[in-house]
């Protein structure tokens, strides 16, 4: 179930990365970087919101507020940095975010200090549960629903709504799209800041049950990388999947031989790539 | 830069620096040289062939274990030996690792070499008993030239015989890469990476020649990663860290991928930066960050793009 719990978080961060690559063809560095500054303002939140007076019981409303609000911080980089690199070279659009990758892990020091820092006893404050004779915290729990609700709205979203059809469009032909008279500005602006949401929530949610520290974010990134390589580049459900594999194999490996943990994902990550480079459920060609 | 004259007046100030500058700066100079060699090796791949790479970490990481495998566990501590054992390693680990990368161009091929090096990074990371885990391995001091260099203290050995070995090696890695590029080798390199189809109708092999850079490119890299290892006296996983691929292609972007010495102006200005920004301000990532954005939003051609009147449209496309 520790698995589930890793997975449900992972498809948050993965689902904000495929969002970005599948409409603005940006393979996005940041996204785990955009994780670490959801966690830690998730920690600054809930330390504000206990120290005055809110019940312990209701910790999550300023952890998700908190985990939503900070990705906003997605117009501010949409606006100021990757709206100038469209039209460049892949190249140069993943070293701008990395560029951002850089910026943020050192904004984080500056602003919270080096040293781990957690929301205390909070996680097993809503009690265990005993399921499938395996004792699981009821926060895991909450989160693996919330992340299902979330996988399942952002299917609603993209195959239901008039955006989706928009998003669908713009990921698939930009200049039809803008031909049609989309507004492929408002598009960028509101896709990348949706994508950076699902990172931020996804590090605020985290976060009760780990303490945030500054590499954090430069370690998702590589599982996420991972994920959207298995599931297959631009796609929800490869997401899904993706972040279903990665986190049951991991905690699978622990159990049984730690020091092939992240190496067995790698090297499921370069099998993949050589035989099936679009991932299973990946439309982009190699 | 391009003149004789300024090759020259360079060659000196580099030759007379160990005499005249304070030895701190002197010892500045090694990782330069290091990461010199690296990225001359690195810009084959990316400047000449269009291919950007982000593991190439993984090489130095073979380089700089190579030299501290062979110097703590089999008693090598012959230099010339090392380098030569690190471009070994290199070739034998690129060869397949190349052979499957190349068959990927664009963000493929750099997630794939960012996977292989992601591999290599968790077994030195998890394989303790050979690689010693997070904590690493020490490099001893090597010999140069069968010298043992006994009398001299740390900073004597690397300010003085050290400085020159590394930048003898620097500059036969210079000289080497110039015959490349400028080979019929390196001219279907440019065509790869300009119009893979054209060349492949003129009879060119695509995929071997991106193999042959993809070699070169490691053996460089390795060779770069030995050197660095000396100064440090201590190699960890982080060498094979997928950030540290990051700063490779940050580095050759500074300094400008598209002209031959470009990379190496770039490991200068990268060294010498972050050690200025760090001194008065511990976030150097910030403002390194800053810079690389402020480079790629408005100087795609680098520091070497500001001094030569290049288009810079025509510069942005690798």
């Not at chain 1, 896709?191 to 370690?219: D, K």
């Not at chain 2, 230099?79 to 990368?101: D, F, H, Q, S």
């Not at chain 2, 660095?228 to 990051?246: F, I, Q």
Request: net charge positive; glycine share 12%.
């Amino acid at each position: 179930m520790g698995g589930v719990f890793h997975a449900a978080i992972l498809f948050l961060v993965a689902a904000g990365l495929q969002l970005v690559f599948g409409v603005q063809k940006i393979f996005n560095l940041a996204c785990g970087s955009f994780y670490a500054l959801g966690a830690y303002t998730g920690v600054s939140a809930v330390g504000y919101f206990t120290s005055h007076g809110g019940p312990p019981a209701l910790f999550m409303v300023p952890l998700v507020v908190a985990g939503l609000a900070v990705g906003l911080v997605g117009v501010v980089v949409e606006r100021g940095l990757l709206r100038f690199v469209y039209d460049r070279d892949e190249t140069f659009q993943l070293l701008l975010t990395f560029a951002l990758v850089l910026m943020l892990e050192d904004l984080i020091r500056m602003t919270w200090g080096a040293a781990p820092t957690s929301t205390g006893g909070l996680y097993l404050g809503y009690g265990q549960a005993r399921l499938l004779g395996a004792t699981v915290p009821v926060y895991n729990l909450i989160v693996i629903a919330a992340s299902l609700a979330i996988a399942l709205g952002m299917g609603w979203l993209l195959t239901r709504t008039a955006f989706g059809r928009i998003i669908r469009a713009a990921a698939d032909n930009r200049e039809m799209a803008e031909a049609l008279g989309v507004d492929m500005r408002w598009v960028y602006v509101r896709v990348f800041t949706l994508g950076t949401m699902l990172g931020t929530l996804g590090g605020a949610l985290v976060i009760p049950a780990t303490a945030a520290m500054s590499e954090m974010g430069i370690e998702l990134i590589v599982e996420a990388f991972a994920v959207v390589v298995i599931g297959g580049l631009g796609s929800m459900r490869g997401a899904f999947v993706g972040a279903l594999v990665v986190g049951i194999l991991r905690s699978l490996a622990i159990s049984i031989y730690p020091e092939l943990e992240m190496l067995l994902i790698y090297l499921i990550v370069i099998a993949v790539l050589l035989w099936r480079p679009r991932g299973l459920f990946g439309t982009a060609s190699a | 830069m391009r003149t004789p004259v300024g090759l020259a007046v360079i060659g000196v100030t580099v030759l007379a620096l160990p005499l005249v500058a304070a030895p701190y700066y002197v010892t500045l100079m090694l990782p330069f040289m290091a990461y010199g060699v690296v990225l001359l090796g690195f810009n084959l791949l990316f400047g000449y062939t269009g291919l950007v790479s982000f593991g190439h970490a993984l090489f130095i990481g073979v380089g700089a274990y190579t030299g501290a495998v062979l110097t703590t566990k089999f008693g090598v501590r012959h230099m010339e030996l090392i380098l030569l054992a690190a471009a070994l390693a290199a070739a034998v680990v690129a060869a397949p690792v190349g052979a499957l990368c190349v068959r990927y161009v664009k963000i493929y091929f750099g997630m794939l070499t960012l996977a292989f090096g992601m591999v290599f990074y968790t077994f030195l990371l998890k394989f303790y008993r050979l690689t010693g885990g997070d904590e690493g391995m020490r490099m001893l001091r090597p010999h140069l030239l069968g010298h043992e260099w006994t009398g001299f203290s740390k900073t004597a050995y690397l300010i003085g015989p050290y400085y020159y070995f590394s930048l003898a090696v620097l500059a036969l890695a210079t000289l080497v890469m110039w015959r490349i590029v400028g080979s019929p080798f390196g001219l279907c390199l440019k065509t790869i990476r300009d119009n893979p189809l054209k060349a492949e109708s003129l009879g060119v092999s695509v995929p071997r020649h991106r193999w042959y850079a993809f070699m070169i490119s490691a053996v460089y890299a390795a060779v770069g990663g030995a050197l660095l290892a000396t100064p440090t006296g201590n190699v960890d996983p982080t060498l094979a860290y997928w950030t540290h691929s990051g700063n490779i292609v940050f580095m050759v972007l500074l300094g400008g991928f598209s002209s031959f010495f470009g990379p190496i102006l770039g490991a200068f200005a990268f060294i010498f930066l972050q050690d200025t920004v760090m001194s008065v301000f511990p976030y150097w990532r910030l403002i390194f960050g800053a810079v690389l954005a402020l480079i790629v939003i408005v100087a795609p051609g680098g520091l070497m793009g500001l001094f030569t009147r290049r288009p810079p449209v025509e510069a942005a496309r690798p």
